[in-house]
């Protein structure tokens, strides 16, 4: 018991110290978590609640993921769940396509555009392929294919589940830079009309049947009834004459079609397996459609408390999903000089997704309670050899023991036990270990979160003194503003008395300017006053002489418009009596033709059915002379049968019977002939008659539009005789209002040359004056005095 215990913990020992030998491997130091490195764990691992629901019916959903490397690099998942007899509807990929099957059970068909086989050794001219799916299965599709999926309907009603990644092209995995995929329907049905109408040879009813119906959901339920078949019957056929005969019907799946290999992960033999699990990778040389492209596909199934030794790969990068159980997953970044590269760990769990780095060493380990089992995809720019750490396939074996001592700083001892060989070389016993590392990442996220309330505590402390730094500098900026307001709030003061000063005798002098320029006002308002009068009394003369001769001219053209309307009426009256007499003629030709057409279609009619009676009464002839015929035959034959035994006799009238029921059942077709045709002649009769009657009524609403045109052409003309009526009567309106405002200006301009000039000479008198008041001539000495 004691070995027992002394072995799991040696193995324990081990494993951590691989995890640590990985690093002094590429000489490099591996940091430890923090909390800077959680956005780039969160790029490797998408959890389950993180897949995004892309489509939802009460059949089946759909939904996706991004996730990334951490090295700017993003990888595009898809999870397609079906309910049992389901239809994933056809669709055209627009990128590589490599699925795995989760569950369930169903059919895949599909279509390559292009013509090639997706790397199967045998051709076919049919390029339409299907293959029936199972749990296990994989395979790849390239872009153009075109293909559908339908679920099966097994006793245990098990849901079909597909994992599938998309890339933009052969060698890139990376997110496509479009929509991976698109319905046919709207690949046929992105057109008008008109165009599918002439591209599929369709009738119009067939075309609005598919165009007018409602789009379906992706995922439907398979239904089998005839009726629930109608309308994907006719888009079918849209689809059939798009891509040709060869794509396998919707509807056909039950009848034997070519069948394409896939391969299954529980199938064969594993690359590795022992006692704590197994483990297998697919090429191109186990699944031929995945030849040309660089993508490969692995599946781990790690028993409990096992784990996947530590490796990593030179020259792939993996996107792994948990199938089953709940893991932890170590990955060791190596030093490149970057702060953020650190040692990342986290726990999985069924529906997670994970992504590991090309040359990044990892561990997958299953805890104590249950398996741990996942698929994934590998991108590759060549072959792909992971390197073992531990085990038979160690790299360490590889180096010299003497290099390993310098390299690890560890004794000669110590290196040999590292060296020595183990009996597993991939899949590895490790009791607990999920569950230690489990431990070490919860107590990693408290220390970041620590680390991370110290950092923001500094940063809030740091940004308090800052603040207070801050309100201590506004302060002083404060007071010193203050200090040069009240200073220049006085200088302000004393600006405004003197300003004010100066305004009060400014303001008094312009009072008495004021005062004198009033008085002149008023003068020159009253002499204008005395103009304005004598100008309107002369105005309104002038515009009572121009209104008279204004009425004189409007009586003249009333008199002649008057006169071209009586013109235009005895015009219009006799061009309405012209097409009058025009539709008389057209309707009376009109009912000749069609009296003409009737009897020539009874003649018709009349010779078609004679024509039927002869034929009939000739076959009736015919059908009578072969009766007598036979029953000539039949009386001779019976009087030579008379002559033969009972058991001949017998014979003979099975026989006649026979023939009887042949005769009966030739009459009876006959009958069914004749009742036929005279059923399609009534049929025609009916389509003759509606055809009359509709054309009829065609030739009345002609006649009724063309009556209301009559009626409607003496009404325009009356309207478009008042519409000019009115344009001239606004033409001299705007006209008078122009010769009066030009008026107006004249005598305007003339007031003024007036008033100017009789206010230079007032002003010229009253100067003179003025003057004369003022000096008086003195006494000798010629000196004057002022008064």
């Known amino acids: 018991m004691w070995r027992k215990n002394l072995n799991m913990a040696s193995i324990f020992k081990l494993c951590a110290v691989l995890v640590c030998v990985t690093a002094c491997v590429i000489n490099v130091t591996a940091a430890t978590s923090s909390l800077d490195d959680e956005h780039r764990k969160l790029e490797l691992l998408a959890k389950k ?59 895949v068909s599909w279509f390559d555009v292009d013509g090639e086989t997706n790397g199967d050794k045998h051709k076919d001219k049919d390029k339409s392929q299907g293959m029936r799916i199972q749990r296990g299965d994989v395979y790849r599709f390239k872009p153009g294919t075109i293909f559908y999926i ?97 794509m396998y019907s919707l509807f056909e799946v039950n009848k034997k079609k070519k069948s394409t290999g896939v391969y299954n992960f529980f199938d064969g033999d594993r690359d ?61 970044c190596l030093g490149t000089g970057r702060k953020e590269c650190n040692n990342t760990r986290f726990m999985v769990e069924e529906g997670y997704a994970f992504v590991v780095p090309r040359h990044h060493p990892m561990a997958q380990m299953a805890f104590n309670n249950g398996s741990f089992v996942f698929v994934g995809f590998t991108t590759r720019d060549k072959t792909n050899h992971p390197q073992f750490i531990a085990g038979k396939r160690s790299v360490l074996q590889t180096l010299q023991k003497q290099v390993l001592e310098v390299a690890f700083n560890a004794s000669n001892s110590t290196v040999s036990r590292l060296l020595d060989p183990q009996n597993d070389s991939i899949i590895l016993e490790c009791v607990s270990c999920a569950e230690e590392e489990e431990k070490i990442m919860e107590e990693e996220i408290e220390k970041a979160r620590e680390e991370e309330r110290k950092r923001q505590e500094e940063e809030r402390k740091k940004e308090e003194e800052e603040e207070r730094k801050r309100e201590e500098e506004a302060a002083k900026k404060r007071e010193e503003e203050r200090r040069k307001r009240e200073e220049e709030e006085e200088k302000r003061k004393e600006e405004e008395e003197a300003r004010r000063r100066e305004e009060e005798k400014k303001k ?138 009972r058991a001949q006799e017998e014979e003979a009238r099975k026989r006649e019977k ?28 009916k389509e003759a008659e509606a055809a009359r009657k509709a054309k009829e009524d065609e030739q009345a609403k002609q006649r009724k539009e063309q009556e209301e045109a009559e009626k409607r052409e003496p009404e325009k003309a009356r309207e478009e005789e008042s519409r000019r009526q009115d344009e001239e009567q606004a033409q001299q309106e705007e006209l008078k209002r ?24 007032k002003k010229s008198e009253e100067e003179q004056k003025q003057e004369e008041i003022e000096y008086r001539p003195g006494g000798p000495g010629g000196e004057g005095r002022v008064l």
């Open 49 to 107: 609640n993180e897949w995004r629901s892309v489509v939802s019916t009460e059949n089946g959903k759909i939904s996706d993921v991004e996730i990334g490397d951490g090295f700017n690099r993003t990888y595009y998942l898809q999870h397609i769940e079906m309910d049992p007899n389901s239809l994933f509807l056809p669709v055209i990929l627009h990128t590589d396509m490599t699925f795995y099957v989760h569950s369930g059970r169903g059919r």
């Open 150 to 246: 339908r679920s099966s309907l097994d006793d245990e009603r098990r849901k079909l589940r597909i994992y599938a990644i998309f890339a933009n092209s052969e060698g890139d995995l990376g997110v496509p830079v479009v929509w991976p995929y698109s319905g046919v329907r709207d690949l046929v049905l992105g057109f008008d009309k008109k165009v599918l109408q002439a591209a599929f040879q369709m009738p119009e009813e067939a075309v609005e049947e598919i165009t007018s119906a409602k789009k379906p959901p992706q995922i439907v339920h398979a239904a089998q009834n005839s009726s629930s078949r109608t309308f994907w019957e006719v888009e079918a056929q849209f689809i059939e004459v798009f891509l040709g005969r060869n």
């Open 272 to 332: 590795v397996e022992n006692c704590n699990g197994w483990s297998k990778a697919v090429s191109s040389e186990e699944l031929p459609s995945l030849r040309g492209s660089n993508i490969g596909l692995f599946m781990v199934n790690l028993s409990k408390g096992a784990m996947m030794g530590p490796h990593w790969n030179p020259s792939a990068t993996e996107i792994a999903i948990v199938l089953e159980g709940q893991g932890m997953v170590n990955i060791v």
């Open 508 to 645: 008094k002098e312009e009072e008495e300017a004021a005062k004198k320029r009033e008085e002149e006002k008023r003068k020159r308002e009253e002499e204008e006053k005395r103009k304005e009068e004598e100008e309107e009394e002369r105005r309104r003369e002038e515009e009572k002489k121009k209104k008279e001769e204004e009425d004189a001219r409007k009586r003249e053209e009333e008199k002649r418009r008057q006169e071209e309307e009586e013109r235009e009426r005895r015009r219009q009256e006799e061009a309405a009596r012209k097409a009058e007499e025009a539709r008389r003629r057209e309707e009376e030709e009109m009912k000749r033709k069609k009296e003409e057409e009737a009897r020539k279609r009874e003649e018709e009619e009349e010779a078609a059915a004679r024509k039927r009676e002869e034929e009939r009464e000739r076959k009736r002839e015919e059908e009578q002379a072969r009766r007598e015929e036979e029953a000539k035959k039949r009386e001779e034959e019976e009087a030579r049968r008379k002559e033969k035994e």
């Open 658 to 685: 026979e023939k009887a029921q042949e005769e009966e059942q030739r009459r009876q077709e006959e009958e069914q002939i004749q009742q036929e045709e005279t059923r399609r002649q009534q049929e025609a009769a």
């Open 738 to 761: 122009q010769q009066a405002a030009r008026r107006a200006r004249e005598a305007e301009a003339k007031h003024r040359e007036e008033e100017a000039g009789s206010a230079g000479k």
